[in-house]
């Protein structure tokens, strides 16, 4: 699929910071969806919300271990995770916005993990090897995600009133933010080659959860360009902190 056109450029500077890109949007969600453990609504889901977090850590080390590897300067994942500044990350606005309340969490790692999903899937057939071994292994991950997610997401959409006024707000509030993973530039020319298929898996999700999409606007969100939002400094403060406080530690 044209997603991968990226990856078959000659300049290994494109693959690189294709690779940072993906691994970025995992890591940066994965922050979000730790602050929830210990604060889920049932025991069930705090742990359930945990795993999640954990797996996307986990596909965000690979891809840096890879982009480190193929970059040849001699960084490691902690050197991508923690001594990178706002502007070096390439993560979409989508996963740095606050959690808001758990419709919302739910509803923002749903929209988010059913474009991993059809990202994993077009790069499983990637003719390089090494990418697709991890999108193999992520996309399966990643499919659990998006079923339990989207359990959630028709569960509360199409539950009280109270819920559905939550999930209807909480829509209207991350919508706007979607277009931005199918947006084109130069190291993804292609970007828009995922929009239906993502389309396509969302579509009933929402019309079970009986929640309509805003009308499409002209914003559209700039973190893919590192250009982020207001939210995305104090993630990182949080997120890189015991780091930076002690540089060269080891535990």
Request: net charge negative; glycine share 8%.
């Amino acid at each position: 699929m044209g997603v991968m056109n990226a990856l078959t450029t000659p300049s290994a500077a494109a693959s690189v910071s294709f690779l940072l890109r993906i691994a970025d949007g995992s890591l940066v969600l994965s922050q979000r969806l730790s602050e929830w453990c210990g604060h889920g609504p049932i025991l069930e889901e705090d742990i359930a919300l945990t795993n999640i977090a954990l797996d996307l850590i986990g596909q965000a080390r690979l891809l840096y271990t890879l982009a480190g590897a193929r970059e040849g300067r001699g960084r490691d994942e902690d050197a991508f995770a923690y001594w990178r500044d706002e502007q070096e990350f390439t993560n979409p606005t989508l996963v740095e916005l606050p959690n808001g309340d758990f419709g919302q969490s739910v509803l923002r790692t749903y929209l988010y993990t059913a474009y991993q999903l059809v990202l994993w899937q077009s790069l499983g057939a990637s003719p390089d090897a090494e990418l697709a071994a991890i999108a193999h292994k992520s996309a399966k991950e990643t499919a659990y995600h998006c079923s339990h997610l989207a359990g959630w997401v028709i569960r509360l959409g199409d539950g009280s009133a109270e819920s559905h006024q939550r999930l209807t707000r909480a829509l209207d509030y991350l919508w706007p933010y979607t277009p931005e993973l199918f947006t084109a530039d130069a190291i993804d020319p292609q970007a828009a080659a995922l929009e239906s298929a993502w389309r396509a898996t969302v579509a009933p999700v929402l019309a079970q959860a009986t929640l309509t999409p805003p009308a499409a606007s002209p914003f559209r969100a700039t973190g893919k360009q590192g250009r982020h939002s207001e939210h995305m400094g104090y993630l990182l403060s949080e997120m890189q902190s015991l780091a930076r406080a002690h540089p060269g530690a080891k535990w």
